[in-house]
């Protein structure tokens, strides 16, 4: 196999790598601002493998490619039928013959380490469904830029024990976070890696209260109650949900300068009121732009 670097899961990435990719991601969004072009990955390709549909991944990682000089190839689950029509060995073999990288956006987290593991090339996970490490690569841009360190801050995790949030659990394994968690029953994030970042880092833990996870937070952040492929549970969950909604009040008993996160899409008047995403706390279209800027810089480590 050739020698290459994934980019699957933030606590694969040491603490020195996490603060890097985000001086590059801070880099290259400065040039784009100034006006000045970059070519660093001429001529290199991207594979964009979906088996779910995203406006914010395609958008970014295309565009992301362009602007660093390089062509970003959109494959639909049609084109490919992943594990279906063809072995995820077989796909990853074969794109690994046309292109520099392959970004994946899949359901089964085994698809993602089945192409990384046969692909001769890169690979991103773009999203699955144990983790989302592009986003919150993006997330502690934005927190970095708002708060002017990435470190040393404490975040608010309100709703569901979802692949967000064991990526921001494996960041808080890796960084200095504190990380509260507010998670109804039933609802809790990956086992083994909930105790491995409590393991690790003394100011992770998990209440059923919102109000007690947002004392003190500099960050609140929630995402929806309800992902994709889990539209039969969406009643239920929004019962069981009950509480856990973003709104002015919970916003008020964090720190007066919180800033408020979410990755959107937002259910608006589920997780999240509009009067929070839309206010002036809400940082969520920064984030939402800082996938751009933080999967550029991702882009450059792994393929250049």
């Known amino acids: 196999m050739a020698d290459h670097r994934d980019f699957l899961d933030i606590s694969e990435c040491t603490r020195e790598e996490v603060l890097n990719f985000l001086e590059e991601a801070a880099r290259l969004k400065a040039e784009l601002k100034a006006g000045r072009g970059c070519d660093e990955l001429k001529g290199k390709t ?92 993006a997330d502690l841009l934005t927190i970095k830029e708002h708060k002017g360190k990435a470190e040393g801050v404490k975040v608010a995790f309100v709703g569901d024990g979802n692949n967000l949030c064991n990526s921001w659990l494996n960041a808080a394994l890796r960084l200095d976070i504190s990380l509260s968690l507010a998670i109804p029953e039933g609802y809790e994030p990956d086992g083994e890696i909930f105790e491995r970042a409590t393991g690790a880092n003394p100011d992770v833990f998990l209440t059923r209260a919102p109000a007690e996870a947002v004392e003190g937070a500099d960050i609140i952040y929630t995402d929806t109650w309800t992902s994709m492929g889990q539209e039969t549970e969406a009643e239920q969950r929004r019962r069981d949900f009950k509480g856990y909604m973003v709104d002015r009040e919970l916003v008020g008993k964090a720190k007066a300068d919180v800033i408020v996160m979410h990755c959107l899409p937002a259910h608006r008047g589920e997780e999240i009121t509009d009067e929070v995403i839309d206010g002036p706390h809400s940082v969520v279209f920064d984030q939402a732009e800082n996938r751009l800027h933080a999967q550029k810089a991702i882009l450059v480590e792994l393929l250049k």
């Not at 063809?86 to 073999?93: L, N």
């Open 46 to 137: 991207l594979a964009m493998v979906f088996q779910k549909p995203s406006a914010r991944t395609r958008v970014s990682f295309e565009v992301g490619m362009y602007q660093l000089g390089g062509y970003a190839l959109y494959l639909a689950p049609s084109d490919i039928g992943l594990g279906k029509r063809e072995s995820v060995a077989d796909i990853a073999r074969v794109l690994a013959r046309y292109n520099d990288g392959i970004m994946a956006r899949v359901f089964a987290h085994s698809d993602v380490l089945q192409l990384a593991e046969h692909a001769e090339v890169p690979v991103i996970n773009g999203l699955s469904d144990l983790l989302h490490p592009c986003q919150v690569m």
